[in-house]
Nanobody, 119 residues
Framework: QVQLVESGGGLVQTGGSLRLSCAAS????????VGWFRQAPGKEREFVAA????????DYADSVKGRFTISRDNAENTVYLQMISLKPEDTAVYYC????????????WGQGTQVTVSS
């Protein structure tokens, strides 16, 4: 039932950088983990990265490992996705979501923020 708002998307050239933000309503996420996903038109939603809220353990898709960094600011109740060396194939709407247990589904999807990488 937490509300998430993504921001920070935009238009960049190949090789550029963006930092996305995912802000949660309330004082804290109070979740097991927060994840970033992306979806291009006509394609399935794809996992990008996730971080556990308490311990900060991270996980990345192979396609973004070494280029994207997920982090969280517990005091600000915000999760970030720092993206560098962007490629045209990174173009998608980026969403954040939360899960409340190791085997729970991600949910409470935000509205998404558009990332477009021009060639």
């Amino acid at each position: 039932q937490v509300q998430l708002v993504e921001s920070g998307g935009g238009l960049v050239q190949t090789g550029g950088s963006l930092r996305l933000s995912c802000a949660a309503s309330g004082r804290t996420f109070r979740s097991y983990a927060v994840g970033w996903f992306r979806q291009a038109p006509g394609k399935e939603r794809e996992f990008v990265a996730a971080i556990t809220w308490s311990g900060g353990t991270t996980d990345y898709a192979d396609s973004v490992k070494g280029r994207f960094t997920i982090s969280r600011d517990n005091a600000e109740n915000t999760v970030y996705l720092q993206m560098i060396s962007l490629k045209p194939e990174d173009t998608a709407v980026y969403y954040c979501a939360v899960k409340y247990g190791r085997f729970a589904d991600f949910g409470s999807w935000g509205q998404g923020t558009q990332v477009t990488v021009s060639s």
